[in-house]
């Protein structure tokens, strides 16, 4: 059992496979990247270099597909330098931004990374914070939902609330991983339904979203909260049902399903993914990673393949990106995370 305040634990099921997608081009083929008889790159060079490198902080799935996306646009938008990919999952993304930082801070590096990069120090699993790092630009958002398995009792969110507003410890919640938004989901709710007593919330995290999809599915988690790209495919199946979603009003994608304001709550969750270099970037390799990301999530590529994935092409110039999205949000985060002891 690992202890954040809240019960937590940790799952041994079956890692997650790649979620298939009509695209050709995120295929099993692309797991395995490999950089055998790519060109060298000469450091401190200038831009653009010949190669640069993406470390998606997560196994395949999520932060991997976006990843491979983002290549995929920057090959339809002709950017004339290779991308190699390399995953680095687990440990909360810690084990992949520390590799940005260890590496020559010459622009050639980055990290394909979500609001990890802050929640992380917050809830002190890591030294690295926020300013150790250059937000280079937000590239997807996609929103949180709460799933059940097709004919729960736990047919409504409101259910739900009410049953752990009387006892907090009554539902058994399954999130993806810690800290996350997949917790806050169920945090930031419960708080405003006015549960007193957070810490007791039963939140069992697992190492993947396909290790928290084969739990429900087996009955041993009654609510899931995870990202809703994650989930269309066993709601597409019919094996799970979405009950609430963070989005700010109703989503086309789960018609029906009311969203945290539509139960009377001022609450949504936009799970962003997004692109973060080492403090102190050179200039010159800043700019070329914005132009050359923005061009490549315009692309027809990377929006087709997005809409295939339930999750929304979202560009945001790291400046604006800082100050209107992940300030406010580590804000709010650090709020709620204290109410339940979390923030060290």
Known sequence: MLHFGIPLARSSSLKRAVRRIGAASIGLSLIAVTTACMPDIHRNEGFPPPRVTAIAAGSPGGLD???????????AADIDTFMSIENMGGGGGN????????????????????????????????TMSLEDFTPIAQLTTDYEVWIVKAGSEYDSAKKVLNDVKGDPSSVNFGIGTVPSDDQLNVLRPASEFGVDELSKLNLVAFSDGGDLNNELLGGRIDVASTGMS??????DSGDIEIIAVSAP????????????????MDITIN??????????????????????????????DFVKQSDALGINPDYLAGDE???????????????VLKKVGLVK
């Open 65 to 75: 597909l976006t990843t491979r996306i983002t290549n995929d646009g920057f090959e």
């Open 249 to 264: 009003e109703p989503v086309d994608l789960a018609p029906g399903v009311p969203t945290w304001h539509d139960l009377g």
């Open 271 to 300: 799970h962003w993914r997004g692109v973060f270099g080492p403090a102190d970037m050179p200039e010159d390799a800043v700019d070329w990673w914005r132009k050359a990301l923005q061009e490549a999530v315009e692309t027809d």
């Open 230 to 235: 994650e989930a269309m495919e066993l709601v």
């Open 95 to 126: 084990p992949a931004r520390a590799a940005v930082l260890q590496r020559e801070n010459d622009g050639t590096s980055v990290v394909f990374e979500s609001n990890r990069i802050f929640l992380s120090n917050i809830t002190g699993t890591t």
């Open 321 to 335: 990106w800082l100050e209107t999205v992940i300030q406010p949000e580590k804000k709010e985060s650090t709020e």
